[in-house]
Nanobody, 120 residues
């Protein structure tokens, strides 16, 4: 019912920056909270941060001060600065109808296909 497509992942040097985008289509009027997650093969998917229906954002401690989530009519964005090798992962955007965010992965029912970020 909601389709999400991420883009912008690349291989970058440590200290560099990337901006990821997520375009939503389908029943976008039902979207409340949107979030960004990342996953390394063999490990659990980690919530990075979120933006709720009012525009309020929240972030996990490991990315605070480096990553910024924003949205506009065109999509959802993740600005990543001061990238570190440990940021290497597949990055996913997700959406839920809940207007407020809990960042529980189980609360998100719509997921993108992921975009790979590699920092070396």
């Amino acid at each position: 019912h909601v389709q999400l497509v991420e883009s912008g992942g690349e291989s970058v040097q440590a200290g560099g920056s990337l901006r990821l985008s997520c375009v939503a289509s389908g029943a976008t009027q039902d979207i409340g909270c949107m979030g960004w997650f990342r996953q390394v093969p063999g490990l659990e998917r980690e919530g990075i941060g979120s933006i709720d229906s009012t525009g309020d954002t929240g972030y996990v401690d490991s990315v605070k001060g480096r990553f910024t989530i924003s949205k506009d009519n065109a999509g959802l964005y993740l600005q990543m600065n001061s990238l570190k090798p440990e940021d290497t992962a597949m990055y996913y955007c997700a959406a839920t109808s809940a207007p407020r965010c809990t960042m529980a992965a189980d609360s998100f029912r719509n997921w993108g296909q992921g975009t790979q970020v590699t920092v070396s």
